[in-house]
Every structure is written in structure tokens, then in C-alpha cells.
């Protein structure tokens, strides 16, 4: 199997973005990358596109080619990649396949999502509801708050857990977003102000949830043979992973328990030869605050029923035993559902390049990341070292 | 890079199916191309599933872990591939790369599409205008029909071309589909009858169009060195190409050039070490006469401007010198969006293992597709041999 480098990164500001269209999102993250990479026009064999909602939110369905053609980019070959809110972590893996299977040389990742302009009230949500089981969830209403709601407090009865741990990873992740300039929110909260916000799905309160945003991401992906002309420091991706666990919630054995990751991220570290101990940096997926808590239990940091009490004891933290989220993560970076999963590597490539400014992790060597589909049904984790 | 195998294909009736929805669509294809590769469910490392619509026509966006649910392959990682019409030839693309890049040895590839429920005057025409570019044709009013008028006007003008000749396509396709069991349509219609049918975009008559159906249509692709394990006649990939041209139809040097195909046979006949004269059966896109025609030409069959006379002297008839569209093509076989481009490779399946019935083309050893994706800005062709 051939290695495949992280060569170049582009990201947009997160946030509501009301000049730019989600095509804009997805040019400007390209070109940021292709800039950074020190690749020409003429270099690109193919390009994968991720994003979620395009049909429905901004009426398009051939965003693939539109990509390669505004950006100059024709013949290569164009993909639009899905798979919810997981899309970035599918549609790098599929480039990074057409990589490996030394069908491509040079190819062009991105993600975005256009999201802020939909003023109809519930339309989002009930568009993202779609991903749940059409007939046992969605018909009778359920939403992902509602899940991640009910997951919150069968967590917290189980393992005896207060609110305030859960909560604490909010907290943690404005901190971090401070420090990102690309975040949608650079502002600090109080662990008093988020426990004391509204409710939205009880016990999940307004901070316990990320945003709706505006943004894209992009990454330029090359055989690790060439990496070097385009690049002094690229990034290797040496473990890939995905899972499906069941599509109906309630199926499940343990609530508790993210199958899919505990399967897909023991795919990344076997094919990268790690494990858990080996990793400097996690970028996981904190749509809700109770996710990056099981998140970091499933990707083998810490037993299970302990993760929100790691987080709240600041073991999390940047400087901690395993800092997850310096980017501030889905709650403060902002979750353009499509542009995630790519934003996710690329604060990876930033950390282990030792360019992520203020919330740099010193001496960071390999990340991974937890790229959350579905209601945990479709998962992807990607792990990332240094060359 | 590994050499994959076809060893099982599926093939729900495509037509009205008012009793079955998009994933039972997806299930009912998928469950016949698992039986007819004497795999078993533990084998399947991925499934990639292709849809054009689902999102706006069936309010679904996790249909790839639904089917790998339902159909009982967890954990097998789960992707939805999307491409407009093309969408199909995507998903095959990409499952080969999985294989070929020796990270997956058993695949499932699925495309579906469920249409006719829409009862909405307009809706699915407007709905696949999504493909056309957003502010130069879309917001215009540009639909899939009046590119293809015009297409069809500046052929016959460039190459002084009768209409006849064009609509000869749309005979030769009814009649090979009335051995098709699984077609749209499984009846004759005589020239005169087509030439005389209703105008939708002048010079383009109703019988010059595909309909609109409901359908599936599924296939295994394993590594090649395990293939025979499976099955005593697999049918190899050897050849896969794609490419983007304009998004913008204006745009082009010559409407009547498909330039992304020229690019993408090429590319799949060279990956394949073949010509156009080694095929012995196509399956070509004929959502409109004219696409078939053009086509012809563009795949290397015969010169510019006389694909259609080609075709009206039978040249492209089971029998002919190179059988186009045996299935009876999108015009006869149907064309639900994303099933197109796996059926089409289904159909060659099934002519080079010999089980094509009465529409057989005799010692057929190689066939070659052509998936035609937004108004010709992306396709993709794929190049299949007897092993």
C-alpha cells in the first residue's frame, strides 16, 4: 500500500458567513489548501467534496464538478462523498484509497457546509433528523438532541456522574477556541453560565450543543514518495478506520458505548501500529457535550464511565495527559457538518507541524480524530504522526 | 495494484414500483448480488451506495449504514457516493479503489433510486436541474430536457443530420428491452410512432427520453486472487476512468464533443491496454437519443457526426458491429438516477458470462460503459473482461 502525506491545509473562518455561498466555502478552503501545498493547477488527479446538506439546503447537487471547474482544477476527477455529519472523515478516506491503490497521485479534500442563510425555524434540525432510522425514529419525531438528550442521562445514571463534568467540556472547549482564529466562537464561558442556560433536551442545556455554522476545510493529499518537493514538514495519514453499528438506537446492547469507534479506531491504530498511548492530540467530535466524554473513552484514553470526570479534572486540557479539542472543537470551532471531519486533520496537520499558534500542544507527534456519523452509527477515526 | 473481480450482481425490476421504497430498493438488489456470489455476510469489509435524490425525494441521508444495518453486514464501513446520474459509475469507482489500495477484499456496491411516488407537476425535473450550474443556468430556468434540445438541434445542424437517424436509438433500445425481463418498459415502438409523439424540447419528442422509474441494482467486487473461490465465472475490472468538463454547457469549444469522455475512455482503455476495436458490447447513457449518438462517437466507435447514421443503419444493433445498449438502455430499461451507472455494469455482467437470454450477444469478452454525470461535466467509463 503506497503512504500517503498531508501535504497543504485551508480553512475558512467558522461562523455566519452571510457573503459567502456554500460554493465560495468550498473554493475559498481549496485554494487555501492548494496554496499551502505549493502544487500547481496541472498536479490534481481527482477531488472528493464533502458535504451534508446541499440538496436540501442550497439546492445543488453537482457540487463536485462545480468545485474542480471554478477552481480550475478540470479533468480531474470529481466526487461528492456522504455520510451525515461524518462526511469529511468518508471523503478523506476515499482519497486516501485512490492514493494507496496508486490510481492517484495528487488530490484535493474538501468540506464545507452553508447552513446560517436557512431562517425557517426547525428546518435544520429536522433536515439533520433525517440521518435517524426513517421509520422507528424519524416518522415518530426523534432529533439528535433528543438522543443525545436521553444518552446524556443514561450516561449519568450509570456511571454517577454530575452534570457539571459533562458540562465542563464546554468550558474547556470555548478556552481553547480563544486561541483559534478560524473558530466560530472566540470567547470564554463560565461553567456557571452553561449549567444555568436554557434547556434544550433535558438534561442538555443551550452549552451543552454546538452551533449551527457556515465553513469549509480543505486538504491536499499527495503519495508520501513526492511529499517532499511540495513540502518540508508534511503529515502522514497512517491509520484509517470505519464502522457501522446499528441504525436504530435503541438496538444497541450499552447506550453508553460507542461500538463503531471502539471498532474503527482499533482499525487506525493497528494499521498505524499505535495505541491509545501513543497519541499527543485528539480532535473528537463534540456535536454534544456527553459525545467527547464517551468519545474519549471509546478511543481507549480513559475506562469507561470516566471520561467527563477526566475532562472536568482538566486531564483534557491542553497541557493535560491527553488534550482533546484544542481547536475548541464542534462546541466553539463551530460545525459546519460537512467541513468537520476535513477541519478535524487539519488542526491535526497545524498541531504536529508546531503551528497552531497560542493552543499549540509542544512536542505533538501523532493525533486522531473521532469523525461521529449518524446517531453513532457510522463512525471514522484517522490517525496522523509526523514524517 | 490488486486486480478486482465482479462475482455477484443484483437487479430489482425497474419500472412503477409502488409497493417498495428507496431502501428496500437498496436491500432488495443488494440481497440478490450477495446470493448470486456465494459470499456471506461476514465477508464485507464496505458497501458504497449510490442515490441521486434521496435527500429531496426520499428525506433519507444515512442510507449507506441503513442498508449495511437492515442487510446485516455490520460493521462493515458505509458510504453514500454521489454524482448525479453518474453516481453509480462513482461508487464502483471507489469501491475498486478500496480494493486495489489492499485495504478491503470484499465490497458491496448498491444504487437505487425511488422516483415515481413524486406526484408534485415539475418537481423531479426541477430537482435534477440541481446538477446544472447554479447562477449561470439554474436559476435561468436551464432543465436537463432543454440542454438536450439543443444539443440534439446543433448536431443535426453541424453534421446535417436528419432526425430519424437520432430517434432510430430510441427503437433499436425499445426492442432490445423487450428481452429485458427486468426493464421499464418491455415493448416495440416503430418510428413513426416516436417521430410523431409529443414535442417536450423541440427538436426532442417524449419518445426521444427516458422515463422515470423506481429501481436497484447491486454488485460484489472482491480481489481477483480470491475470486474464483466464489464464483466459476468472474468478470474482471480492468479499465476505470473519469473526468470533468465545464460546469457551464456555454462554456465548451464544440457542444457536440463530449471532451470528459474522450478523457475518461481513454483512460480506462489505456488502464485496460485495449482500443475501441477490442469491445464487443457498450452500455452507453441514452437519457436522451442524442447523448447515445454522440456518445458513440466519443468512445471511439465511429467518427464525429456519424454515430447517429450508425446507429439508424443498425450498426449499433445485438448483432451489429458493436451492440449499444443491449439492456435496452435508459430509454427502455429505465433510469433511476442512481442505479444507472451499476446497472449498467450489471447488464455487462451478464453478457460476458453468457446469461443475457434471448438479447445475448454472442462470445462477448469485453464490454465498456459510458455513466454520464451533470450535462456531460462529469463521466466516468468502465472497462470489464471475462478473467
Given at each position: 500500500m503506497n503512504k500517503v502525506a498531508i501535504i497543504g491545509v485551508g480553512h475558512t473562518k467558522f461562523g455566519k458567513l452571510e457573503d459567502k455561498n456554500l460554493l465560495d466555502l468550498l473554493c475559498d478552503a481549496s485554494l487555501q489548501a492548494i496554496e499551502n501545498s505549493n502544487t500547481n493547477d496541472k498536479d490534481f488527479d481527482a477531488v472528493y467534496v464533502s458535504c451534508m446538506l446541499a440538496e436540501t439546503l442550497n439546492h445543488m447537487t453537482a457540487i463536485a464538478s462545480a468545485v474542480v471547474d471554478r477552481i480550475g482544477l478540470i479533468p480531474a476527477a470529481a466526487d461528492h462523498v456522504k455520510n451525515g455529519p461524518a462526511s469529511g472523515g468518508s471523503a478523506i478516506k476515499n482519497a486516501f484509497y485512490s492514493i494507496t491503490s496508486g490510481a492517484c497521485d495528487m488530490v484535493l479534500v474538501v468540506g464545507a457546509e452553508k447552513m446560517t442563510h436557512i431562517t425557517t425555524p426547525g428546518l435544520i434540525t429536522s433536515a439533520v433528523a433525517t440521518l435517524t432510522h426513517h421509520n422507528a425514529e424519524r416518522v415518530h419525531g426523534v432529533s439528535l438532541p433528543s438522543l443525545a438528550g436521553m444518552l446524556t442521562r443514561t450516561y449519568m445514571e450509570k456511571y454517577n456522574v454530575p452534570k457539571e463534568w459533562i458540562t465542563s467540556i464546554a468550558v474547556k472547549n470555548h478556552k481553547n477556541g480563544m486561541n483559534n482564529p478560524y473558530a466560530h466562537f472566540q470567547k470564554e464561558i463560565t461553567l456557571e453560565k452553561a449549567l444555568a442556560s436554557p434547556i434544550i433536551a433535558d438534561p442538555l442545556r443551550l452549552y451543552d450543543i454546538c452551533p449551527i455554522s457556515d465553513g469549509g476545510a480543505a486538504m491536499v493529499l499527495c503519495s508520501a514518495e513526492i511529499a517532499k518537493k511540495f513540502c518540508d514538514t508534511p503529515i502522514l495519514i497512517t491509520g484509517v478506520g470505519q464502522a457501522t453499528d446499528t441504525h436504530i438506537v435503541y438496538e444497541r446492547e450499552d447506550l453508553t458505548v460507542l461500538k463503531a469507534l471502539q471498532i474503527c479506531s482499533k482499525q487506525a491504530y493497528s494499521m498505524a501500529k499505535k495505541t491509545p498511548e501513543d497519541i499527543d492530540v485528539c480532535e473528537a467530535h463534540d456535536a454534544f457535550t456527553i459525545l467527547e466524554a464517551i468519545q474519549s473513552e471509546d478511543l481507549g484514553f480513559f475506562k469507561k464511565g470516566e471520561g467527563a470526570k477526566a475532562a472536568y479534572e482538566g486531564l483534557t486540557e491542553i497541557g493535560g495527559v491527553i488534550p482533546i479539542?484544542?481547536?475548541?472543537?464542534?462546541?466553539?470551532?463551530?460545525?459546519p457538518l460537512g467541513a468537520t471531519g476535513v477541519a478535524q486533520v487539519v488542526e491535526l496537520v497545524w498541531q504536529l507541524r508546531g503551528e497552531a499558534g497560542k493552543r499549540q500542544i509542544e512536542g505533538a507527534e501523532t493525533g486522531i480524530t473521532c469523525n461521529f456519523g449518524g446517531f453513532g452509527n457510522n463512525i471514522l477515526s484517522i490517525l496522523v504522526e509526523r514524517m
Amino acid at each position: 500500500m503506497n503512504k500517503v502525506a498531508i501535504i497543504g491545509v485551508g480553512h475558512t473562518k467558522f461562523g455566519k458567513l452571510e457573503d459567502k455561498n456554500l460554493l465560495d466555502l468550498l473554493c475559498d478552503a481549496s485554494l487555501q489548501a492548494i496554496e499551502n501545498s505549493n502544487t500547481n493547477d496541472k498536479d490534481f488527479d481527482a477531488v472528493y467534496v464533502s458535504c451534508m446538506l446541499a440538496e436540501t439546503l442550497n439546492h445543488m447537487t453537482a457540487i463536485a464538478s462545480a468545485v474542480v471547474d471554478r477552481i480550475g482544477l478540470i479533468p480531474a476527477a470529481a466526487d461528492h462523498v456522504k455520510n451525515g455529519p461524518a462526511s469529511g472523515g468518508s471523503a478523506i478516506k476515499n482519497a486516501f484509497y485512490s492514493i494507496t491503490s496508486g490510481a492517484c497521485d495528487m488530490v484535493l479534500v474538501v468540506g464545507a457546509e452553508k447552513m446560517t442563510h436557512i431562517t425557517t425555524p426547525g428546518l435544520i434540525t429536522s433536515a439533520v433528523a433525517t440521518l435517524t432510522h426513517h421509520n422507528a425514529e424519524r416518522v415518530h419525531g426523534v432529533s439528535l438532541p433528543s438522543l443525545a438528550g436521553m444518552l446524556t442521562r443514561t450516561y449519568m445514571e450509570k456511571y454517577n456522574v454530575p452534570k457539571e463534568w459533562i458540562t465542563s467540556i464546554a468550558v474547556k472547549n470555548h478556552k481553547n477556541g480563544m486561541n483559534n482564529p478560524y473558530a466560530h466562537f472566540q470567547k470564554e464561558i463560565t461553567l456557571e453560565k452553561a449549567l444555568a442556560s436554557p434547556i434544550i433536551a433535558d438534561p442538555l442545556r443551550l452549552y451543552d450543543i454546538c452551533p449551527i455554522s457556515d465553513g469549509g476545510a480543505a486538504m491536499v493529499l499527495c503519495s508520501a514518495e513526492i511529499a517532499k518537493k511540495f513540502c518540508d514538514t508534511p503529515i502522514l495519514i497512517t491509520g484509517v478506520g470505519q464502522a457501522t453499528d446499528t441504525h436504530i438506537v435503541y438496538e444497541r446492547e450499552d447506550l453508553t458505548v460507542l461500538k463503531a469507534l471502539q471498532i474503527c479506531s482499533k482499525q487506525a491504530y493497528s494499521m498505524a501500529k499505535k495505541t491509545p498511548e501513543d497519541i499527543d492530540v485528539c480532535e473528537a467530535h463534540d456535536a454534544f457535550t456527553i459525545l467527547e466524554a464517551i468519545q474519549s473513552e471509546d478511543l481507549g484514553f480513559f475506562k469507561k464511565g470516566e471520561g467527563a470526570k477526566a475532562a472536568y479534572e482538566g486531564l483534557t486540557e491542553i497541557g493535560g495527559v491527553i488534550p482533546i479539542n484544542p481547536s475548541g472543537g464542534l462546541k466553539a470551532r463551530g460545525h459546519p457538518l460537512g467541513a468537520t471531519g476535513v477541519a478535524q486533520v487539519v488542526e491535526l496537520v497545524w498541531q504536529l507541524r508546531g503551528e497552531a499558534g497560542k493552543r499549540q500542544i509542544e512536542g505533538a507527534e501523532t493525533g486522531i480524530t473521532c469523525n461521529f456519523g449518524g446517531f453513532g452509527n457510522n463512525i471514522l477515526s484517522i490517525l496522523v504522526e509526523r514524517m
